[in-house]
């Protein structure tokens, strides 16, 4: 990952990355930090780069030209010199370009995993009163605050995202460092830690911890972890209740529900509404929309909660395709049945050698799975780390993968291994990957697929009456 930053104090992005686990990843080559003075952008001869505002006010603000100047080279250049493009004006460019200032939407680590999927960032950090609003029109995609208040100047906010991302790319945190993570994005807090010695200051390790059984200290962890949300945190523990208590209503319906249940349950998804057994959701990763009901006119009032401008929005009401045509201009794309594993335990495995599936056989993938069309999105699924080849010696013999979505899928087995167990291996360990995220595991088949259907009831998971409905805008429909 490439960070650029645009700022009048270089060295203080480049001291604070400078140390730690930034300075090992830069090291690594797992990111590459570039700060871009502006001043080196000014026109006039002694380096200025701010005026006054026009209408009046306190305060200079920074001009639109060195600004713009700055950011048209770190467009082109490469980090580490030499040159890479040679884009001219802001409209040629694609590059997230990120604003950091108090005005803008505040950081999450949500955000975090979402900026953490990119390439290239570029960060422009304001100083003064701001910068001239022409110059941010033209080249800032994303305007972040990293809270409500007030600091010098956008450097430390700039860090402290770089760090935020950083630690997400795969590689960059050491296993003993990311083992201790994800509690806080299911909006729960961290629960309590202890060391050695077992007693300091009179104070015991409370003795659950020492008992060796994984199972009651899980249990005694969640609920710490909950104890400590409802009293430091109950803005987060009401998030928390209200998606426990929407998971549990949808539960009922596990067959009609699964996409939804498993978004929720593996923080795929962020709840936006419930009324008991009917939910809308959006994805974390964009403007992708989920709908549950159980009737027309709830499914009507939880399409409020969905934007016109949405990309996609997944359902399982028939009643509302010709509202989400009419007025949204999405179509249904895909109809499909659901299939769901409903159990708890892990399924057998009978072919072992499964692994990621390297991208050095992309074309492999391509030419067994929808054609070049799909070659964009099985490079992400590859790069996700969910996808998966079945080997026989050094032979791919079949893969599989977990969709964008979440559900389970991409499966082909080549033809001289049909009528083997490499296909229902293959299955198996997309359904025990599900379970060992905590996740529910589904698939999508599409209604014409009357094959997978067969195969999916004959390894044990619940095929629903009820389809859904994946509906898109039309020109990717
Ligand atoms: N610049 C000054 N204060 C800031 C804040 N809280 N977040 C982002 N950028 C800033």
Redesign the pocket.
């Known amino acids: 990952m490439e960070f650029q930053v645009l700022t009048l104090f270089p060295e203080m992005i480049l001291e604070g990355c400078n140390n730690s686990i930034l300075k090992r990843a830069t090291e690594k080559g797992l990111i590459q930090v570039e700060a871009i003075n502006v001043r080196d952008y000014s026109l006039d001869k002694h380096g200025k780069v701010d005026d006054y505002t026009y209408g009046g006010g306190a305060g200079m603000l920074m001009q639109a030209q060195p600004v713009y100047d700055a950011w048209i080279h770190a467009v082109n250049a490469k980090p580490c010199g030499g040159e890479r493009n040679d884009v001219k004006t802001a409209e040629a460019s694609k590059v997230r370009t990120i604003y950091?200032?108090?005005q803008?939407r505040p950081?999450t680590q949500e955000m975090a995993k979402d900026f953490a999927k990119e390439e290239r960032l570029i960060f422009l950090?304001?100083h003064y009163e701001g910068i001239d609003e022409r110059v941010l029109e033209e080249v800032v995609t994303d305007q972040?605050?990293?809270?409500?208040?007030?600091?010098?100047?956008?450097e430390?906010?700039a860090l402290v995202m770089i760090d935020a991302i950083s630690r997400l790319i795969p590689g960059v945190l050491g296993s003993d460092e990311s083992a201790q993570t994800e509690s806080f994005e299911n909006d729960l807090l961290e629960y309590p830690q202890y060391s050695r010695p077992e007693v300091w200051h009179e104070k015991a390790v409370p003795e659950v911890l020492l008992s060796g059984d994984h199972k009651k200290i899980e249990l005694w962890r969640r609920e710490k972890a909950k104890e400590r949300t409802q009293k430091w945190r109950p803005d987060l523990y009401e998030k928390y209740a209200e998606r426990e208590k929407t998971i549990q209503c949808l539960m009922k319906h596990k067959k009609e529900n699964a996409y939804m249940i498993d978004s929720l349950l593996t923080g795929k998804a962020r709840l936006l509404h419930s009324e008991g057994d009917a939910a809308v959701a959006v994805s974390v990763a964009g403007n992708a929309y989920q709908i549950c009901c159980e009737t027309a006119e709830q499914g009507k009032r939880l399409l409020r909660y969905v934007p016109k401008e949405a990309r996609l929005v997944l359902h399982n009401c028939e009643a509302l395709n010709e509202i989400l045509q009419e007025e949204y201009g999405l179509k249904v794309g895909d109809e499909c049945y659901q299939s769901v594993y409903t159990q708890h335990v892990s399924m057998p495995i009978a072919h072992k050698d499964i692994r990621l599936y390297p991208m050095e056989a992309i074309d492999y993938a391509v030419e067994n799975y929808g054609g070049e069309r799909e070659r964009k999105y099985l490079i992400n699924r590859i790069q996700s780390g969910e996808f998966f080849a079945a080997y026989e010696g050094d032979e791919i013999a079949g893969f599989c993968g977990v969709h964008a979505g979440g559900s389970l899928g991409l499966l082909y087995v080549d033809p001289k291994y049909r009528r083997t167990s490499i296909g229902s291996s293959l299955a198996s360990y997309l359904v025990n990957l599900s379970l060992s995220r905590g996740g529910l595991p589904y698939a999508h088949i599409r209604i014409a697929n009357v094959a997978s259907i067969k195969m999916q009831e004959k390894m044990g998971l619940y095929v629903g009456n009820r389809t859904v409905f994946w509906t898109y805008r039309k020109e990717n429909a």
Not at 144 to 154: M, R
Request: with cysteine; charged share 5%.
């Open positions: 950091v200032t108090p803008g950081f950090c304001g972040v605050s990293i809270g409500d208040y007030v600091l010098t100047g956008g430390l906010p």
